[in-house]
């Protein structure tokens, strides 16, 4: 396909959004909420991870950078989801959907790489205690971030590359909310066959290799695990690891259904709500996962929720409460009301 300026225009039709405007303002209202608490919930997971020296270890310093990327990877479609719900055509351009798909497919995988590298800590943090220190320097953290971001961004340009040089047929009607590789795919006017075959070796590179990781990984931590005599420290060993173990089965359940399978099995319908599980509900419950089954986090976020509301709560006491307050009875009274107090 020659990319021409009349080409870089072309535009793509999203035919998944609601046409009724009464569905069209739930459906705006609904994901508004959710795209608040995702970036809400994956803040103060980082704002946490920031301000708190004890959760300064890899298993976080990991943990806050999840949560970076899915900011990231909600960033690339849902403010363009809304934007469609209220507009009358629902477009896109061939090099905004090329863009779109390049972020939203390498920042998955970097999740997918991200998760799998969690799992490596946990690996080295119960297999071998002594060496994690030493193993598991800063360093090493910050090149297995980058390297999990690079990596992921690299194969989605050299797959979204492929895809976009093929010739597209006359009907550029896309059935879904976004730019994604199964709805795409059957606009190509090409020998799908050979296609697909090179969308699945991406797709196994992402996805399956990351998680045979994850799952060898997990071998190796229940085997030393389950030679833990104490009863509670069996229990410790695995409390850290059944969070994640959550967020990898959520996300990879979902990602393996839609990636890794051929383009025929494609049903529209089906494909649309999968694709709201992993683009919505995935990163919303990412932060509700890690917080509500790690009894740091939650101490964490408690403790500051805690210190805001009591730094309100002294901000307005600290107001005249009249006209005839001076100074100096302003300052008294300052000095004289502690946190404890209120």
């Excluded at 994640?244 to 990636?259: M, P």
Aim: proline share 5%.
């Amino acid at each position: 396909m020659i990319w021409g300026n009349h080409s870089l225009l072309m535009e793509f039709v999203f035919l998944a959004y609601p046409s009724q405007p009464e569905f069209c303002v739930l459906s705006f209202l609904g994901v508004s909420l959710v795209y608040t608490l995702i970036i809400t919930g994956n803040v103060l997971i980082i704002v946490a991870i920031q301000t708190e020296a004890r959760l300064h270890t890899p298993m976080y310093y990991f943990l806050g950078s999840l949560s970076a990327v899915e900011i990231c990877y909600t960033a690339v479609v849902v403010p363009h989801i809304l934007a469609n719900i209220l507009q009358s055509e629902k477009t896109i351009t061939l090099l905004g959907c090329a863009i779109q798909m390049i972020f939203f497919i390498g920042l998955g995988s970097a999740d997918c790489f991200l998760l799998a590298t969690m799992a490596y800590d946990r690996y080295v943090a119960i297999c071998h205690p002594l060496q994690y220190p030493l193993t598991m320097t800063l360093t090493l953290c910050v090149r297995l971030v980058m390297a999990s971001v690079g990596i992921g961004l690299f194969l989605s340009t050299q797959l979204v590359a492929f895809i976009f040089s093929l010739p597209f047929c006359r009907a550029r009607s896309i059935q879904h909310f976004f730019c994604d590789i199964p709805p795409v795919m059957p606009l190509v006017c090409a020998n799908s066959h050979i296609h697909e075959q090179s969308v699945l070796v991406a797709a196994t590179l992402a996805i399956a290799v990351p998680f045979f990781f994850i799952a060898a990984s997990y071998v190796f931590i229940v085997a030393a695990v389950l030679k833990i005599h104490s009863t509670a420290g069996r229990h410790r060993a695995f409390s850290t690891c059944s969070s994640h173990l959550s967020v990898v089965l959520l996300q990879y359940g979902c990602c393996a259904f839609v990636y890794l399978r051929p383009s025929s099995s494609y049903y529209p319908k089906q494909d649309q709500f999968i694709s709201l599980v992993y683009t919505l509900g995935t990163p919303l419950l990412n932060p509700l996962i890690y917080t509500l089954r790690n009894s740091e986090m939650k101490g964490t976020l408690g403790k500051i929720l805690t210190r805001n509301c009591l730094s309100h709560n002294n901000q307005g006491s600290l107001q005249p409460s009249g006209k005839s307050l001076i100074p100096a009875q302003a300052n008294l009274h300052a000095t004289a009301i502690s946190p404890r107090q209120c």
